[in-house]
C-alpha cells in the first residue's frame, strides 16, 4: 500500500484497503473556521437534535481568521456563533478573539488555521485531519491525510467521528538533487521559468515545475506524495507549502513522509 492508502486502512480499521474503495473513516482532529463553522454545527443541530453533543469536544479545532479583519457586524457575528457553540459543547481548542484592535492582547488567538494547526500540534504523522478549508491538504507535510471538506460532511463528523471517503489513487513525485538558493518551495509546485529550469538540469533530473507539467486538474483526486533527497531537505514551512499547493491541481491530499524534520 502506499503511505495514503496505510494511513486510511488504520482510520477503516481494515487490513488493506484500495484506490476507489469506499471506507468508513475515524477522525483523529476536525478543523473549522468562521466560514464554515456555524454552517458545520447548523448541519449537525438539525441532524443530531438541538441538544446534541459533539462525539468528542477535545478532537475538535476551531480557529477564527477569516471575518476578524473586517468591522462589518454581520460578518463578526460570524465568530460569535462559533463563541456560543465552543461555550454549550466545551470545545477545548478554541483559539478565541476578542480585541480585534489589538491582536496581542488576545492570548488565544493563533492567526491563520493551516499554521496555527501545526503550531499548537495538531498535525501528527499517521493520523487523519479534515477541515473545512480547501487548504487543509497543507497539513499532509506532517505525514498525515489531511483534506478539504464541506460543511455538510463537518456536521456528520461533529455528531459521529466518521466520515464516508473513497481512497484516492497515489501519484508519487520522487525529487532528487540540491535546490539552489534562489529557488523556493513554491517554485518547485508551480511553474519555474524555462531559463532558471534549463540551468538546474546540469544537477537536477526531474521536472521543477509540478503543476506547471500536470496541469491544474493533474492529480484530480488523487493523493500526491512528495518524496527524493531534496524534499528531505526542506523545513517544515517549505514542506507545509508543497502539501498546501495540491489543491490547486486538484488534488485530494499532499503527504510527505515523517522523518527526524518532522
Known amino acids: 500500500m502506499t503511505m495514503t492508502e496505510k494511513i486510511l ?16 473513516v475515524n477522525v483523529d482532529v476536525l478543523m473549522t473556521h468562521d466560514i464554515g463553522g456555524p454552517a458545520s454545527f447548523g448541519v449537525f443541530k438539525e441532524q ?4 446534541a453533543k459533539v462525539w468528542n469536544p477535545e478532537k475538535i479545532v476551531i480557529i477564527p481568521d477569516h471575518y476578524i479583519f473586517t468591522a462589518d457586524e454581520r460578518a463578526n457575528r460570524n465568530v460569535d456563533v462559533l463563541r456560543d457553540y465552543c461555550s454549550e459543547q466545551n470545545i477545548k481548542y478554541f483559539y478565541d478573539i476578542k480585541n480585534r484592535g489589538n491582536f ?24 487523519v485531519l479534515l477541515g473545512t478549508d480547501s ?9 498525515q491525510f489531511a483534506t478539504g471538506i464541506g460543511t455538510t460532511g463537518a456536521g ?19 525529487m532528487d538533487g540540491e535546490m539552489p538558493s534562489y529557488l523556493l518551495a513554491k517554485d518547485l509546485i508551480l511553474q ?16 521543477s515545475h509540478i503543476i506547471g507539467e500536470i496541469s491544474v486538474a493533474g492529480a484530480t ?3 500526491m506524495e512528495f518524496v527524493g533527497t531534496t524534499v528531505e531537505c526542506l523545513s517544515m ?4 507549502t508543497l502539501c498546501n499547493m495540491v489543491v490547486e491541481a486538484d488534488g485530494k491530499n499532499g503527504v510527505i513522509p515523517a522523518d527526524k524534520t518532522t
Open 221 to 223: 483526486y488523487k493523493t
Open 237 to 240: 514551512e517549505e514542506r507545509m
Open 156 to 174: 456528520f463528523v461533529l455528531g459521529t467521528g466518521k466520515l464516508l471517503l473513497k481512497v484516492p489513487p497515489t501519484l508519487r513525485f520522487v
Open 9 to 24: 486502512a488504520r482510520a477503516s480499521d481494515k487490513p488493506e484497503v484500495t484506490p476507489g474503495d469506499n471506507v468508513w
Open 104 to 127: 496581542g492582547a488576545n492570548p488565544d488567538y493563533k492567526g491563520v488555521c493551516h499554521v496555527a494547526l501545526a503550531q499548537e500540534g495538531h498535525c501528527r504523522p499517521g493520523e
Open 135 to 143: 487548504h487543509t491538504c497543507t497539513a499532509g507535510a506532517f505525514g
Open 48 to 51: 443530531f437534535g438541538q441538544k
Open 192 to 207: 519555474i521559468s524555462t531559463v532558471i529550469y534549463t540551468l538546474w538540469l546540469i544537477s537536477v533530473s526531474w521536472m
